[in-house]
């Protein structure tokens, strides 16, 4: 079992940047695959961005492909998500989540543990 604890979010203008940091507890953070989502008030909850156990291979919704930025350390049990160029439309509770299988999949019900989120605020 892992737990995950977000950090980082805040309220920034169109056009800034902000970085997401979700550590978790336990030893094997390296077996499990991450992923961040987001949920904006009245939506579904949708992947954003997820990476392998390794840190090799990385994917994201086309929505933020080219500004956002995932990446892990697994000796500091850590996740990141890096997001520039930031839109109103980015507004939501960020939240990062970990699955122990080896696929990176994008669907939020493939993934066993969740932080509590963080909220990013874009405004216009």
């Known amino acids: 079992q892992v737990q995950l604890v977000e950090s980082g979010g805040g309220l920034v203008q169109a056009g800034g940047s902000l970085r997401l940091s979700c550590t978790a507890s336990?030893?094997?953070?390296?077996?499990?695959?991450m992923g961040w989502f987001r949920q904006a008030p009245g939506k579904e909850r949708e992947f954003v961005a997820g990476i392998s156990r390794s840190g090799i291979s990385t994917y994201y919704a086309d929505s933020v492909k080219g500004r956002f930025t995932i990446s892990r350390d697994n000796p500091k049990n850590a996740v990141y998500l890096q997001m520039n160029s930031l839109k109103p439309e980015d507004t939501a509770v960020y939240y990062c989540?970990?699955?122990?299988?080896?696929?990176?999949?994008?669907?939020?019900?493939?993934?066993?543990?969740w932080g509590q989120g963080t909220q990013v605020t874009v405004s216009s």
């Open positions: 989540a970990a699955d122990p299988h080896v696929i990176v999949y994008t669907t939020p019900t493939r993934y066993a543990y």
């Open positions: 336990g030893r094997t953070f390296s077996s499990y695959v």
